[in-house]
């Protein structure tokens, strides 16, 4: 058996942020009560053959209705920040209008738990859970949704910013526009590469908005950035068909998300690949000053690096797999150096960039030894993947690159997408049948990781 791996990360200073996070679709469940309208999740979910199983997130970890238990189990854990979602057609039912206050007073309340056992609170505002009244009305795909983001924004922040300093606008809009309008495998289940495209542009545009908003109402320290998967993308070999590739691939895996936030432009090449391909990004008069407006961090969720090349036809790009490397459950291949590369890429690209991994994890079959209380699950798997992509993080950081903290992604096994509750990426197991968490092995480990980087002197 793999032994537990050592509790030192080189690299990681006392400060450095130790966290898990949670989304709010795929843990709180109770989707009709205290006013919650459907969002396009309850409407996918519930489409035949959508998800594995047709799992849908109805009950999911029902965190709604144990939430100060689960902060008191988050606080046992001994991590020092939460990151969460919330749910916009709680806080906003239909997407429009003045603010559900029921459903604020939930996170009202999460965030007094969590403050109350001095763990600090990280709210995303959106992770992927559009109004379904929006979607109907065309969605990310129509202008009006940037502008209907920024209003729940300020409606959330207003009330919540008090005691929130740190606001992630939106989670992955990778996902949002392409898994969701142009794959499909995702809400709302488009397949429409132009709309796509649009909804790239729009999702921008609802950062950029917010983010002035939450300034607005959020009094100083407040701490506003978004959160991105981006690509980390290797050429199959250096033939200059594989290089294009390569480039192609990081323009639509990374740059059209990083560069309009950043430098407050789109890259020429991605403008250009997208003409070719009959889609356009519908910029107006002064959007790009508005993407571009300066964030405090962004947020990196980093699961896995491509290799690309060139496919058979003209500007068709492939994913090659790389057979020699181990994969999780998904099967995903498990890739470290791919975080350190991509960390420290961002902190050249784009200098002075602040950043925090905002997700990093693994789903893997857990054994579980025992039941009931006495349970016991050995996740020594999952437990190599977090120290290994720490360590990863550690590396970028002594080549220059700020990264100030790490959100395992999960704190508990959860409604994972299109998969359905068949994947569990949680450090804590839980038992769908009686909703009862037990703290894995890693959970412990990263406790005794974090409390030995700030037993250090600073680095
Ligand atoms: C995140 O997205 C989400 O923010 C979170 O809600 C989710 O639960 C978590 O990840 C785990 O899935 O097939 O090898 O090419 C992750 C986005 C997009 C990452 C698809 C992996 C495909 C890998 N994912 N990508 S591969």
């Not at 998967?229 to 200059?240: E, G, M, T």
């Not at 571009?292 to 058979?312: E, K, L």
Request: aromatic share 10%; glycine share 10%.
């Amino acid at each position: 058996p793999q032994p537990l791996p050592g509790l030192t990360v080189p690299g990681l200073p006392a400060d450095f942020v130790w966290g898990a996070a949670t989304s709010a679709y795929q843990i709180e469940g109770a989707v009709d009560v205290d006013g919650r309208t459907p969002s396009i999740w309850d409407t996918f979910s519930h489409t035949p053959g959508a998800i594995e199983g047709d799992d849908h997130g109805d009950v999911a970890c029902d965190h709604y209705h144990r939430m100060p238990d689960d902060v008191r189990l988050l606080a046992g854990l001994g991590l020092d920040a939460y990151r969460f979602s919330l749910s916009w057609p709680r806080v906003q039912p239909g997407g429009r209008g003045p603010a559900n206050a029921k459903g604020l007073d939930f996170y009202d309340r999460l965030v007094d738990e969590l403050l109350a056992q001095g763990i600090t609170p990280w709210a995303t505002l959106y992770h992927w859970d559009l109004p379904q009244e929006l979607e109907d009305a065309g969605g990310w795909p129509e202008r009006d949704t940037a502008y209907r983001f920024a209003d729940y924004a300020e409606l959330a922040a207003g009330r919540l910013g008090d005691r929130v300093h740190h606001w992630i606008t939106l989670n992955e809009p990778f996902c949002s526009a392409i898994l969701g309008y142009h794959i499909g495998c995702h809400a709302p289940g488009r397949k429409d590469f132009r709309a796509a495209v649009r909804a790239v542009h729009h999702l921008h545009l609802g950062h950029g908005l917010a983010v002035e908003r939450i300034r607005a109402v959020v009094p100083t320290p407040a701490q506003v950035g978004i959160t991105f998967n981006p690509a980390q993308v290797y050429p199959a070999s250096d033939s200059p068909a594989d290089l294009a590739a390569a480039r192609q691939a990081d323009g639509m895996g990374a740059r059209i998300y990083l560069d309009p936030v950043l430098r407050g432009r789109y890259p020429q090449d991605v403008v250009e690949d997208l003409a070719r391909l009959g889609a356009e990004l519908p910029v107006e008069a002064g959007d790009l000053e508005v993407i571009g407006r300066p964030v405090d961090f962004v947020g990196i969720n980093y699961y896995v690096s491509d290799v690309v090349a060139a496919g058979g036809e003209p500007g068709e790009t492939v994913r090659v797999p790389q057979p020699d490397r181990p994969v999780t459950a998904m099967p995903w291949e498990i890739h470290p150096q791919g975080m350190t590369d991509l960390l420290t890429r961002i902190s050249r690209d784009y200098p002075g960039t602040a950043m925090y991994v905002t997700e990093n994890g693994a789903a893997f079959d857990d054994s579980v030894y025992g039941s009931g209380a006495g349970g016991r699950i050995e996740d020594i798997d999952r437990t190599v993947y977090l120290a290994d992509h720490l360590a990863a993080v550690g590396r970028a950081r002594e080549a220059g690159a700020d990264v100030r903290g790490f959100f395992a992604w999960s704190l508990m096994d959860n409604f994972e997408w299109a998969y359905g509750y068949g994947k569990r990426f949680g450090i804590v197991h839980v038992d769908y049948e009686t909703q009862m968490r037990t703290p894995k092995q890693s959970a412990e480990w990263l406790r005794d990781a974090a409390n030995a980087a700030r037993g250090r002197q600073g680095s």
